[in-house]
């Protein structure tokens, strides 16, 4: 590679977890408990964040909002918000080892950007606590990164390009646009655009799409494609440079993206 040097992946929807589903179920149970109803896309929507601030997130949603007003008789307060990130944490964690298998083409692509000199890094919205949990199961299972962070080891998480940085000094990369960010979700786009960085968002796994493999397999192909391509547009609004279906395009996306005079981002 002539100017790209490392690519840092997201882990949960883009590199493990297809469709992102580990902690999807535990938001809905956690505002559950308090009798507030949340739809499974108000629940993807933040997702990536550092969980409290997905959690935060959630209770500011107006719709959210109201409902919990409506039945708890107050607006959601940064204690309550506290609480439910102290459950939602215990929950996850019981749960994570079940959600720690690599998204089809994963090992693959990685052993290939390997092959062409790139050093793998990673951000997540997942703690220190649970990264943990899930770095060595992913390991056993073949998939792992040279350098990974959690959203609680830097000030803050994204949309901020910290995690970010803290890989570039880890894999001694520099200047940032020499680093490709991948992604599956709005959020990620945002963090590797804010740290100056060739951003790419993957369609197929994703949060954003929200589907399992089966479901993938079993919808009908004009369904798939339409929900595919709203799934695109939304990466792209973020900021993504490139939007790819699956990670299995990945190479011969940076391969091209090496091809390009460098610039600043």
């Given at each position: 590679?002539?100017?790209?040097?490392?690519?840092?992946?997201?882990?949960?929807?883009?590199?493990?977890?297809?469709g992102?589903?580990?902690?999807?179920?535990?938001f809905?149970e956690?505002?559950?408990?308090?009798d507030?109803?949340?739809?499974?896309?108000?629940?993807?929507?933040?997702?990536?964040?550092?969980?409290?601030?997905?959690?935060?997130?959630?209770?500011?949603?107006?719709?959210?909002?109201?409902?919990?007003?409506?039945?708890?008789?107050?607006?959601?307060?940064?204690?309550?918000?506290?609480?439910m990130?102290?459950?939602?944490?215990?929950?996850?964690?019981?749960?994570?080892?079940?959600?720690?298998?690599?998204?089809?083409?994963?090992?693959?692509?990685?052993?290939?950007?390997?092959?062409?000199?790139?050093?793998?890094?990673?951000?997540?919205?997942?703690?220190?606590?649970?990264?943990?949990?899930?770095?060595?199961?992913?390991?056993?299972?073949?998939?792992?990164?040279?350098?990974?962070?959690?959203?609680?080891?830097?000030?803050?998480?994204?949309?901020?390009?910290?995690?970010?940085?803290?890989?570039?000094?880890?894999?001694?990369?520099?200047?940032m646009?020499?680093?490709?960010?991948?992604?599956?979700?709005?959020?990620?786009?945002?963090?590797?655009?804010?740290?100056?960085?060739?951003?790419?968002?993957?369609?197929?796994?994703?949060?954003?799409?929200?589907?399992?493999?089966?479901?993938?397999?079993?919808?009908?192909?004009?369904?798939?494609?339409?929900?595919?391509?709203?799934?695109?547009?939304?990466?792209?609004?973020a900021?993504?440079?490139?939007?790819?279906?699956?990670?299995?395009?990945?190479?011969?996306?940076?391969?091209?993206?090496?091809?390009?005079?460098?610039?600043?981002?």
């Open positions: 590679m002539a100017n790209i040097e490392g690519i840092i992946f997201d882990w949960a929807g883009t590199t493990i977890d297809y992102c589903f580990a902690p999807l179920n535990v809905l956690v505002f559950k408990k308090r507030v109803d949340i739809t499974l896309e108000e629940a993807r929507e933040p997702m990536g964040m550092l969980k409290i601030d997905h959690i935060r997130t959630l209770t500011e949603m107006p719709r959210v909002r109201n409902e919990w007003i409506t039945k708890t008789g107050k607006a959601p307060t940064e204690q309550d918000v506290i609480e990130n102290d459950d939602f944490e215990r929950t996850l964690i019981e749960n994570l080892p079940d959600f720690t298998t690599p998204i089809p083409g994963v090992i693959e692509t990685i052993q290939a950007l390997r092959d062409r000199g790139l050093k793998i890094g990673s951000t997540t919205g997942y703690t220190k606590e649970m990264i943990e949990i899930v770095y060595p199961r992913a390991k056993e299972k073949g998939y792992s990164p040279d350098f990974y962070i959690a959203s609680d080891e830097v000030k803050s998480g994204r949309p901020y390009p910290w995690m970010c940085y803290q890989n570039a000094m880890e894999l001694e990369v520099f200047p646009n020499r680093l490709v960010k991948v992604g599956d979700t709005k959020i990620d786009m945002e963090e590797g655009r804010n740290a100056g960085m060739w951003t790419v968002g993957i369609v197929l796994g994703s949060s954003t799409l929200g589907l399992s493999e089966e479901e993938v397999k079993g919808l009908d192909p004009a369904m798939l494609e339409e929900k595919m391509k709203s799934v695109r547009k939304k990466l792209f609004d900021g993504a440079h490139y939007v790819i279906d699956s990670i299995h395009e990945l190479v011969s996306v940076v391969e091209e993206i090496d091809k390009k005079e460098l610039v600043v981002l």
